[in-house]
Every structure is written in structure tokens, then in C-alpha cells.
């Protein structure tokens, strides 16, 4: 699957719509991410069941003010709506794809035992 531009018209829609969403937030001015851009789409082609967009910084700032992103670009993967990885900076392909291959491994359904247990501990 190609990479999808995410605004804040479909975002919640699409976090919602499915399993896995990875989004990289990205300006066209930011050197790094015009050199991760072709890493991401290459990564995209491999993982068909995963949604990857890109939030255009720019042109979405509202959306990037909701995640708080104070540097691009940052990865950002959400599984059954839940935020499982956050990280400013560019990633090698050996590590994007093993931090999708683990986030695809994680028991969500523990994830959100521990969710609620640190809710009653708050």
C-alpha cells in the first residue's frame, strides 16, 4: 500500500477504520525528511495490512499541535487507536521495519490491561 496524506479531516477516521496506523510527520521544507520519505514508501510496499500516512506539518499544523510534535520528522504508530510508538528523528529501514515488526507482535490486549492498571494507580 502507498503512503496516504493525513489531515485533519480523515485522521480519526482512519485511526479508527484500522488495526495498524503509522504516521510520519514530515514538512517539505525538512532535509531528513525528504531522505527518510523514500525509506517510508519502500517500507509501505511491504506491509500492505498497515496504514501509512504522512501528516504535511506545514499545512496540518493544528494536527501536529494535537500530537505536540516539536520536531520532524517524528513516527508516530497507532494499533486499535492506541498511540504504541512515538519518536522524533530518522529511522535506518532495518529499524523501521523492526519497530513495525514488534508493534505488529505486541499483545494489545495486555497493552490495555497496563493501560488501565496505571489508570487506577493515577
Known amino acids: 500500500m502507498a ?43 511491504k506491509y500492505p495490512d498497515v496504514v501509512f500516512g504522512k501528516v504535511d506539518t506545514d499545512e496540518q499544523q493544528e494536527l501536529a499541535g494535537v500530537f505536540q510534535i516539536r520536531s520532524i520528522p517524528t513516527l508516530m504508530i497507532f494499533r486499535k ?7 522524533p528523528g530518522m529511522l535506518p529501514e532495518s529499524s523501521l ?20 492498571a496505571q489508570g487506577k494507580e493515577a
Open 97 to 116: 521495519v523492526e519497530v513495525l515488526e514488534k508493534s505488529l507482535a505486541l499483545d494489545m490486549e495486555q497493552v490495555k490491561k497496563e493501560i488501565a
Open 3 to 45: 503512503t496516504i496524506a493525513l489531515t485533519e479531516e480523515n485522521f480519526s477516521r482512519v485511526v479508527a477504520d484500522h488495526d495498524m496506523v503509522i504516521v510520519d510527520f514530515w514538512a517539505p521544507w525538512c532535509g531528513p525528511c525528504r531522505s527518510f520519505a523514500p525509506i517510508y514508501e519502500r517500507v509501505s510496499e
Open 81 to 87: 487507536k492506541i498511540i504504541i510508538f512515538s519518536q
